[in-house]
């Protein structure tokens, strides 16, 4: 039997998650010197930050249901170095800037471990590196041109292996290569956010969860329990932006899914390999991205439905069976000895994109306004690092930080309904048939369509 939903198998299988008594509602109007929406990492972490530089400062979350709710309860744990338009920014802001931002991520990977042990986080934080892998010719042709154009960028510490060195790592049906980075790491991403929200009470930030905000405006975080003004509002609300009051075309919310199998024996794992549990992932167009848990599973995640019409999100993580047969199937292509396993759960979550696929954050000294997101899929770590900058944004800080190219970086709204969903949906057909075309005809080259539809999509 799958467990679908439940918000997530980590929330699912978290004892001490599901018995911690729920954090008091706000009641009644307050005030504070600086309110952060939503309790996710991006609005946690930048609770952390602002209270550790400045301890006298009142801050307060506001969480609509509970802290990592969202997708930082939700993810697949891949705690790495990807920042959502890094290459875009290049274009804007030449070389320097964009190598400097990627420095910032490698480093921040390595913040996320050191504060974790420094708060006696334990996030099951395994610290293997991130492996991706080419099963067809055309993803091969993309996994080399990734891995040179990193080397030229001047991420000189990836590595590039052959069918035969990729099977020595994990024995991946298919594999003819892969590209592995040491700038990952594999988490659990409840633990994190649970072991998060704690030290932030820790340092006095004081969190309401159960309170929904209305709407955000300048020097106020409205609620149906009252209004907490404050002189900066930070927004940290990520896939779920869409539903305040004004946002309806800012971050479109889209969908990713997961599975996860019951724990696998021993003797299935010296079949597979995967001894380092480095994060795994593939270079599909549709990618799949996998973490072998601390307690032996394999979690398994992709796109399923990849976005609801008139940016819906979904029922505490239910999940459609044909999202769950599908990445059934994918795990058992990728390891077909799995066939048969039981998938133990099924669960959803929504990711922020902006139109130009590019995270950002930025603080408005005028209106006191701030917002993180739009990290796309690699919210991990690049929340850390949003935190660290709207802490110095807010303390009116000048740091190497609130000059990265990211910051303070505008874009145009989402088409409206029906054309966002018409598009979402033409975006990710093309996809699947791009990888279905390459697979079945061997090409060793990416499918036209596929160019196409990155470039309609303004994704690169
Ligand atoms: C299935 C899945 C797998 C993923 N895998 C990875 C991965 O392996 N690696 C990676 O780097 N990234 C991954 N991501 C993305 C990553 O999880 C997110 O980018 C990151 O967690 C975003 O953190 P956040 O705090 O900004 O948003 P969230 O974690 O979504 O937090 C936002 C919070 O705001 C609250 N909120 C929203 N609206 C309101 C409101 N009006 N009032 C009050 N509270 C509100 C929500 O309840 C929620 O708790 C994945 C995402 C999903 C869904």
Not at 100 to 112: C, Y
Not at 209 to 227: C, D, K, L, N, Q
Not at 333 to 361: K, N
Request: glycine fraction near 10%; aromatic fraction near 8%; hydrophobic fraction near 40%.
């Amino acid at each position: 039997m799958t467990i679908n939903g439940g918000i997530s198998f980590w929330y699912a299988t978290d004892q001490t998650a599901t018995h911690r008594p729920p954090r008091a509602p706000l009641t009644g109007h307050a005030t504070a010197d600086v309110v952060i929406v939503g309790g996710g990492y991006t609005g946690l972490w930048t609770a952390y930050y602002l209270k550790t530089a400045a301890p006298d400062l009142r801050v307060t979350v506001l969480e609509q249901k509970f802290c990592g709710y969202g997708a930082s309860g939700r993810n697949g744990g891949w705690l790495y170095n990807g920042i959502a338009g890094r290459d875009r920014y290049a274009q804007l802001h030449g070389h320097h800037a964009a190598l400097r931002l990627q420095r910032a991520m490698n480093d921040t990977v390595t913040e996320v471990i050191d504060t974790a042990a420094k708060e006696s986080i334990d996030a099951d934080i395994h610290r293997g590196g991130v492996l991706e892998v080419a099963r067809t010719p055309a993803q091969l042709s993309r996994l080399r041109a990734f891995h040179a154009a990193e080397l030229a960028f001047g991420e000189s510490d990836r590595e590039l292996y052959d069918a035969t060195d990729t099977r020595a790592r994990v024995d991946v049906a298919d594999a003819v290569g892969s590209t592995w980075t040491p700038h990952g790491a594999r988490i659990h991403p409840l633990k994190l956010v649970k072991g998060l929200a704690a030290a932030c009470e820790r340092l006095g930030v004081v969190i309401h969860e159960s309170t929904p905000v209305t709407e955000i405006a300048p020097r106020r975080a409205i609620t149906p329990y009252g209004t907490v003004r404050a002189p900066y509002v930070l927004r940290c609300t990520e896939g779920f932006t869409a539903a305040l009051k004004g946002q309806k075309r800012s971050w479109l919310p889209m969908n990713s899914s997961m599975i996860a199998t019951a724990p696998l024996p021993p003797e299935v794992w010296s079949r597979i390999g995967w001894s380092d549990a480095f994060t795994l992932g593939d270079m599909a167009h549709a990618y799949m991205y996998a973490q072998r848990t601390a307690d032996d599973r394999i979690a398994i995640g992709g796109r399923g439905v990849p976005y609801r019409f008139g940016s819906r999100t979904d029922t505490d993580g239910t999940t459609q069976q044909s999202t769950i047969d599908s990445l059934t199937a994918l795990l058992t292509s990728f390891f077909p000895a799995l066939t048969g396993v039981e998938i133990t759960h099924a669960w959803s979550g929504v990711l922020g994109v902006p139109r130009d696929w590019c995270a950002t954050v930025t603080l408005d000294r005028t209106t006191g306004l701030g917002w993180a997101g739009g990290y796309v899929g690699s919210g991990v770590a690049t929340s850390n690092l949003a935190a660290r900058t709207l802490r110095d944004l807010v303390l009116g800080e000048t740091s190497d930080l609130t000059t990265l190219p990211w910051v303070d970086h505008r874009v145009r709204r989402w088409e409206p309904e029906p054309f966002r969903w018409l598009g979402v949906q033409a975006l990710y057909a093309a996809y699947r048939e791009a990888d279905r075309h390459e697979t079945a005809t061997h090409t060793p080259r990416t499918t036209p369509l596929a160019r196409l539809a990155d470039r309609i999509s303004g994704r690169h």
